[in-house]
């Protein structure tokens, strides 16, 4: 099973920039489901961004639709998010997630897998955004 390990979050004024990546080792990350989740405070964990590595489908959810880009580095086995223009709203901790080996389908329709599906998980890393 992949490990993962999110680095890059910090604290930032409304308008600002963030970019979080995720390193990962231990085997099977380029065959994949990837995805950027986040949770802020008394509430529920929920979905930012997802990367099927066979480079056809990349989803935003609409709280990062024209502001975040998520990547991915073959090379370096990493996954990135980079943040643009960011909202208080955007406050949370940031995880990347990886499934187990398998075709990405629900990325092909515009969604993630429920995050029960993504067996790999980062520690997460926090984003504040605060003026």
């Known amino acids: 099973q992949v490990q993962l390990a999110e680095s890059g979050g910090g604290s930032v004024q409304p308008g600002g920039s963030l970019r979080l990546s995720c390193a990962s080792s231990g085997g099977t990350f380029g065959r994949s489901c990837l995805a950027w989740f986040r949770q802020a405070p008394g509430k529920e964990r929920e979905g930012v961004a997802g990367?099927?590595?066979?480079?056809?489908?990349?989803v935003y959810y609409e709280s990062a639709k024209g502001r975040f880009t998520i990547s991915l580095d073959n090379a370096e086995n990493a996954l990135y998010l980079q943040m643009n223009s960011l909202k208080p709203e955007d406050t949370a901790m940031y995880y990347c997630?990886?499934?187990?080996?398998?075709?990405?389908?629900?990325?092909?329709?515009?969604?993630?897998?429920?995050?029960?599906?993504?067996?790999?998980w980062g520690q997460g890393t926090q984003v504040t955004v605060s003026s």
């Open positions: 990367f099927d590595p066979t480079g056809d489908f990349i």
């Open positions: 997630a990886a499934t187990s080996p398998r075709s990405c389908t629900a990325y092909k329709y515009g969604g993630l897998y429920p995050s029960s599906a993504y067996k790999s």
